[in-house]
């Protein structure tokens, strides 16, 4: 072996008090010229030698030995060393001594054989220096595509363990060794990073390398956007997909389907159909399952027709809708109410050579006729289905099961039940939902409970909907304390919440005026992630204005926007009542005129109130305003029920002034309106307005 110069410095250049720390100097004495052991007995590897000097060259020796061994032409890959040596054989230390005198003196390719075999052991694969030395020394050798493939393998091992960080910051570093960026070590790094949930991590190296000369590509794109599809974030999935296509890039079909799929299950179908657009113009091929992706997607909206046109354009470009586009047709169909448009499309579909209906397809369509509570069809299609040698699932049976539920036929959703046992596809928790969910609506409560106990005996768990009747079943009884008995169970075992069903809850505890336990249910409801919804809101609202905490029910209202939420009428409606029954008309009538701005028709109940209290407050001429600035079908409604109200509180020279003004705009009187309107004065001795009414209509005014 050649001669290794003492207290060589592997590093030159490096500042860095972290570097000057990793980057020891080779400490290599004269390697003995004595001959190693030819053979080194796999069954009896040799005992280690007294001074490292011997292990050293016993070490490169075997390395050498088994490397030309196997090495009978010339290979572009590392040769897969196998070494009669243990890893106990030798320390860190002494192993990074071995990488760099295999590198001087028998090669790149010798020492990366060596160093895939080392890093293939717990005691060196995470030793970060003999990652650096062995980059350097490959470095020194000028092959830098293998000192990337070194450092590559060093990011992602460090990785595992959860000290990236130190690792990237090497990376970044060894450009002082004469490592430039390089594009797939920036794939490496970013894949990394976001396999391992370090996003910061990930956006730094993305920025710090690429002004250091690596140019992302597609797939850098592709790694960033694939890991944020998988946690549906899709504001940075846009970002990047953006970026990526400014860039000139597309995406494959493959990410183009997760892309699309991430969109569509967020709402983002408008998107979705925008970046699929332009990703054609950009000369990207779409495929059956892409479209088929955006099909679904529109289904899920509703927006049936679209999909139809999407679904011609599909066969327009030269794609053939198979089983499953028309299967999520079918199912967009039936969701929509379009059962007869449904089964038209299934009967082609029943007929088409080429393709034929699949469980699913049945399921579906299944589906929809319970849904209408069709549920003799229903069990026709089942009956057919089998007879196409079809087997049908959990979920066919759990559909059916559902629509007998529903229809109040209890005796044959057992039958079925049974029936699924029988043919080895035992009921799951969704199927005995929807049996315990009937009971109690039939107010069948312990068959209920004891449906519940079947279900958990035979080793199935409660899931969100079990405890969401359970207490839906309790609000209903107002029980509110085992409600949250229950919520409290539900959450304890790991089973998340929807805001919906905090709600449900908030609703009914605001009906009891327990401000208390809506504002703790709110807050919670907030902390575990949990955005409220508009009803989520009004129903806070709606409990403070009974409880007559205004200031509280309006400082609601003006949270609403940090979630987004509009108020809708009967937001509004919840709160004008409520000032309105603490006399604040004023204010009351600040929210009216707003609502009214924004094109919200205010409900009978709010029109009649906050007109009402200001006829009560002598102020006729307002409570003429308020109601003026409805449209004439409402104007009129309000008024003859105003009227009415007035005359049973004998508040009759008000009621008189908006009965003249009802006859100029409306000749056809609501007679049991005018009938009150005459009891009344004649009651109270204004027999002068009912003959002065009597002569405007008579005289056909208005």
Known sequence: MLRINTQRNLINGIHTTHLNNLFKPRNLSHIPTEQSPTHLSPNHPPHPPSSSKSVIRTVCSSVCQSYYQQQTHFKSTPTQLNLSITPDYLTPEQAITVVASLSDDAGSMVALSFFYWAIGYPKFRYFMRFYVIAATCLIENLNLERAHEVVRCMVTNFGEIGRLKEAVGMVVEMRNQGLEASTRTLNCVVGVAMDTGSVDVAHKVFDEMCERGAVPDSLTFKILITSYCKVNDVSLVDQWLCAMLDRGFVLDNATCTLVLSCFCETGGVNRALWLFRKMIGMGFKPNVINFTTLINGLCKKGSIKQAFELLEEMVTKGWKPNVHTHTILIDGMCKKGWTDKAFRLFLKLVKSESYKPNVYTYTAMISGYCKEGKVNRAEMLLTR????????????????????????????????????????????????????????????????????????????????????????????????????????????????????????LISNFSRLKQMSDCERLFDDAVKHGLIPTKETYTSMICGYCRDGNMNSAIKMFERMSEHGCVPDSITYGALISGLCKKSKLDDARSYYNAMMDKGLNPCEVTRLTIAYEYCKANDPLTAMKVVDRLEKKLWVRTVNTLIRKLCSEKRVEIAASFLHKLVDKDKNLDQIMYTAFVTACYDSGHYVMVSDIQEKISKGIG
Request: proline share 2%; charged share 25%.
């Open 385 to 504: 289905m089998r007879e196409q040698g079809l087997v049908p699932n959990v979920d066919t049976y759990t559909t059916l099961v559902s629509g007998y539920c529903k229809s109040g036929n209890l005796t044959r959703a057992h039958e079925l039940i049974n029936e699924m046992t029988k043919e080895g596809s035992p009921p799951n928790m969704c199927t005995y939902n929807a049996v315990v969910d009937a009971l109690f609506k039939k107010g069948r409560v312990q068959e209920a409970h004891k449906q519940l106990d079947v279900a958990l005996k035979h080793g199935l768990k409660a899931d969100e909907v079990t405890y969401t009747i359970l207490i839906m079943e309790k609000c209903k009884q107002s029980d509110l304390k085992h409600a949250l008995i229950i919520l409290s169970k539900m959450i304890k075992v790991g089973i998340k919440c929807d805001i919906h069903l905090y709600t449900t």
